[in-house]
């Protein structure tokens, strides 16, 4: 694998800018374990840029992007990683979409309300919901578990444990300057061999059992404030100082909607004329506005008889809303 960086010997003790929106993988060379690590900070302002969330939510939200990337960042395809909550709490519902080029949206909706710091109060009885999906729909996995655990990285974890994937846990944080997230996974065992072949050094499978336990107790130590402050290389180096990890270069993550006036065009039609006209006589002209970006689009009376002056196959698209 190309454009590999050893971690040095010399510490650095100054954070790294370059680590910021950015996605660092790293490997452990002994273990079939790999890792990866990410921070939104342009990114995760250009996402609250039209939005006011209570801190709570917000944070919450942040956790969520920062895990979709994590989780996308694991998987080979080509299309959309979304987690969605659901439930009866005040933030009723919470969606973070991360695409395979690292893109990402991401929107809550909730009330006011007195809110709790844990998930459990703060979304109510509900699901958490992990779907991959292609670029044209025609393959889609999904799986949900129970909103388990004060924070998301317990509904992850336990997400993990029942859906017979491989063990992955996962830190995050986030607040109003950023969002990040480590994540560790391990891999199936027989995957270090073609890394350790003609190597002294020879791994069976209760060092791997120990190594996998030992990096999660690690990961345990890690504070908020050195997630989000440390440069990378710092985080591996105050974690795991005994491996021998390797860092790859960074791939960059960046805030991305895929609203447009094409897709709403769709949704409209897909309402139908005798909906979109009668707002169209109640308001004098039809609005719509991304959930994500809060773009608006207007229609005015031409633009309407245009929409319906042929049929089209409508293509619907959830983040947008009319008005």
Same mark, same amino acid.
């Given at each position: 694998?190309?454009?590999?960086?050893?971690?040095?010997?010399?510490?650095?003790?100054?954070?790294?800018?370059? =680590?910021?929106?950015?996605?660092?993988?790293?490997?452990?060379?002994?273990?079939?374990?790999? *890792?990866?690590?990410?921070?939104?900070?342009?990114?995760? $302002?250009?996402?609250?840029?039209?939005?006011?969330?209570?801190?709570?939510?917000? =944070?919450?939200?942040?956790? !969520?992007?920062?895990?979709?990337?994590?989780?996308?960042?694991?998987?080979?395809?080509? *299309?959309?990683?979304?987690?969605?909550?659901? *439930?009866? *709490?005040?933030?009723?519902?919470?969606?973070?979409?991360?695409?395979?080029?690292?893109?990402?949206?991401?929107?809550?909706?909730?009330?006011?309300?007195?809110?709790?710091?844990?998930?459990?109060?703060?979304?109510?009885?509900?699901?958490?919901?992990?779907?991959?999906?292609?670029? =044209?729909?025609?393959?889609?996995?999904?799986?949900?578990?129970?909103?388990?655990?004060?924070?998301?990285?317990?509904?992850? $974890?336990?997400?993990?444990?029942?859906?017979?994937?491989?063990?992955?846990?996962?830190?995050?944080? !986030?607040?109003?300057?950023?969002?990040?997230?480590?994540?560790?996974?391990?891999?199936?065992?027989?995957?270090?061999?073609?890394? !350790?072949?003609?190597?002294?050094?020879?791994?069976?499978?209760?060092?791997?059992?120990?190594?996998?336990?030992?990096?999660?107790?690690?990961?345990?130590?890690?504070?908020?404030?050195?997630?989000?402050?440390?440069?990378?290389?710092?985080?591996?180096?105050?974690?795991?100082?005994?491996?021998?990890?390797?860092?790859?270069?960074?791939?960059?993550?960046?805030?991305?909607?895929?609203?447009?006036?094409?897709?709403?065009?769709?949704?409209?039609?897909?309402?139908?004329?005798?909906?979109?006209?009668?707002?169209?006589?109640?308001?004098?002209?039809?609005?719509?506005?991304? =959930?994500?970006?809060?773009?608006?689009?207007?229609?005015?009376?031409?633009?309407?008889?245009?929409?319906?002056?042929?049929?089209?196959?409508?293509?619907?698209?959830?983040?947008?809303?009319?008005?």
């Amino acid at each position: 694998m190309s454009n590999i960086i050893r971690l040095p010997v010399t510490p650095t003790p100054q954070p790294s800018m370059h =680590d910021r929106d950015c996605l660092h993988r790293f490997l452990f060379e002994h273990y079939p374990i790999r *890792g990866h690590i990410v921070h939104l900070d342009a990114s995760w $302002r250009a996402l609250l840029e039209h939005r006011e969330y209570p801190s709570v939510i917000r =944070d919450t939200l942040g956790e !969520a992007v920062a895990a979709s990337v994590l989780l996308a960042a694991t998987l080979k395809f080509e *299309g959309t990683l979304s987690l969605q909550l659901k *439930g009866q *709490g005040p933030m009723h519902l919470m969606l973070a979409q991360c695409s395979d080029a690292l893109g990402v949206r991401a929107v809550a909706r909730y009330k006011e309300a007195e809110y709790g710091r844990d998930l459990a109060s703060l979304s109510g009885e509900g699901s958490l919901t992990v779907t991959v999906e292609n670029e =044209d729909l025609s393959q889609r996995y999904q799986g949900i578990v129970p909103l388990n655990g004060e924070r998301l990285s317990d509904c992850l $974890r336990n997400y993990f444990e029942t859906s017979e994937q491989l063990p992955t846990r996962l830190w995050l944080h !986030a607040d109003e300057n950023g969002a990040s997230g480590l994540l560790l996974q391990r891999l199936s065992d027989d995957s270090v061999q073609s890394r !350790a072949a003609g190597s002294l050094h020879e791994v069976n499978r209760a060092d791997i059992d120990d190594a996998w336990h030992r990096v999660q107790l690690l990961g345990d130590t890690l504070k908020p404030e050195e997630l989000q402050t440390l440069s990378d290389r710092n985080i591996l180096r105050r974690l795991f100082a005994e491996d021998d990890v390797r860092l790859f270069e960074p791939a960059p993550v960046f805030f991305r909607c895929r609203c447009s006036r094409e897709r709403v065009v769709g949704m409209l039609r897909a309402l139908g004329p005798e909906e979109v006209r009668s707002v169209l006589a109640e308001q004098g002209h039809v609005e719509v506005r991304c =959930d994500f970006c809060n773009r608006a689009y207007r229609f005015d009376s031409v633009d309407v008889e245009q929409l319906f002056s042929q049929a089209v196959t409508p293509t619907v698209d959830a983040s947008e809303r009319r008005h």
